[in-house]
């Protein structure tokens, strides 16, 4: 009998690594050819040519919620120019001492769309739609102190994968904004 509880205590331990190595985390996410691949959420995004993959750690933004509510999944730029794509998971219903929880995309695009007066924002559209993937999209495209911009947020599991676009011009918005909407489901 203690030879076969040691022999299972073994087995156990030697399962440990095995468990942990395998789990995964939102941020699981890699290039691939010209897609971001994210295993957790099991998407795929293709961005369009006129982007590159940016590093996020680069990127001049807030530091990373104490709370485990927000993760920092992709970006991509226009060459060495401030327009471009990052792609971060906001937790559903994850309530801070700031916030109750973004319940949904609408509701997150509701607080989008408290512009602050110096924004001089103007909203331009505002859509809800399911993609070809079937995929729910909820879709804000505004213009912001003359410049191009859009929030684009989609339900993946307990989190809202959101899409925070900047152009220099309508036309390049509309393409960012194509890219967007085509993201599909992996298996």
């Given at each position: ?98 916030s109750r929880g973004i319940r949904d995309g609408a509701d997150f695009l509701d607080r989008v769309q408290k512009f602050d007066p110096n924004q001089h924002a103007a909203v331009q559209s505002r859509k809800h739609f399911v993609n070809a993937d079937g995929i729910t999209i909820d879709q804000l495209i505004y213009t912001e102190n003359g410049g191009y911009s859009s929030a684009t ?35």
């Amino acid at each position: 009998m203690k030879q076969m509880r040691t022999r299972f205590l073994i087995y156990l331990l030697l399962l440990v690594p095995l468990t942990y190595s395998s789990a995964q985390s939102p941020d699981d996410g890699k290039v691939v050819g010209n897609a971001y691949v994210n295993t957790y959420f099991k998407f795929s995004y293709v961005w369009p040519a006129i982007l590159s993959p940016y590093d996020t750690k680069a990127l001049n933004l807030p530091r990373k919620s104490p709370y485990a509510n927000e993760f920092m999944l992709f970006s991509a730029r226009q060459g060495d120019a401030p327009f471009g794509v990052i792609l971060p998971a906001e937790r559903l219903n994850a309530v801070t001492p700031h916030s109750r929880g973004i319940r949904d995309g609408a509701d997150f695009l509701d607080r989008v769309q408290k512009f602050d007066p110096n924004q001089h924002a103007a909203v331009q559209s505002r859509k809800h739609f399911v993609n070809a993937d079937g995929i729910t999209i909820d879709q804000l495209i505004y213009t912001e102190n003359g410049g191009y911009s859009s929030a684009t947020a989609a339900a993946f599991n307990s989190f809202l994968i959101v899409f925070k676009c900047n152009a220099n011009s309508a036309v390049d918005l509309a393409e960012m904004n194509k890219s967007v909407v085509g993201i599909h489901r992996i298996q």
